[in-house]
């Protein structure tokens, strides 16, 4: 049951990872048949899985805050590093692989960095591998105004940033990579799909009397989960990025837009608001969007 084929993986997201769940980032939990007398199982090393039905097996270790995964075959899987920015392709054969097949340089303050990723119903054939991150620009020498609108499409790889000001106003991003499975292993970048916010610094003093004076600049509440629908197209969960309610790029006022969908009818729906927002978007047939309105 230890095979990757047939085990359950925990498919966890850690916005807040603790250092336990850093420890082992990587579980297999298997349903016991057996009988055990005692309510609790002890794995040799990470934690405590109180359901005596459960163990505990590492895949791999020493992954960098891990986000979340996909299986891109029975035995090979492709986990995203948060702050590093990093696709790890594991693979299962006589041993367990684990190597680097993509870098992105992100932004890894706060909750940004690489944050969602999903593949194409068509991956068998097609190879493509959408991914949800946070980009990085020079900080701007005016901190409540952004350096840039956004970085450029093909994105920049190794060395990520820190610094919450380090964005551009449109950092958040959804690519499309292709999967190279020889020569390397390898992701090539195919296409951008939208540009969302990621910069958020509230307490100008200009105009005065806002009454957020105090807020320091943040990178909270970036969404990031990507999933293809029955019907074909590529959800996008965005955060309000610290908006209160309002999505962050809406023109509307402090009720926004909840979803949005574009694609094959272009339509747009408006209900009635949360603090959050889901897009819907055909990636075989939209051109590139960027979200600023
Ligand atoms: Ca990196
Ligand atoms: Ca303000």
Redesign the pocket.
Known sequence: MNQLGNARISPFRARSMNAAILAVVLLCLTVLTSSITSNRVQAQSGPTVLDSRLTVDAVTTGLVTPTTMAFISENEILVLEKN???VQYIAKGNGVLTQTVL????NNSSERGLLGIALDPMFASNGFVYLYWTCHSAPSADPFVPSAQECPDPPQ????SGDILAVPLLANRVDRFIWNAAGGPSLTFDRNLIKLRAFQNDGAPDPPNQGDAAQPPRGNHDGGILAFGPDGKLYIMVGDLGRRGQLQNSAIGSHGDRTRTYGDGRSIRRPRPRSSSLFRSHPATEQRRVDSN
């Open positions: 590093t920015g990093k870098d992105l340089a992100v790889t190794g060395a990520d």
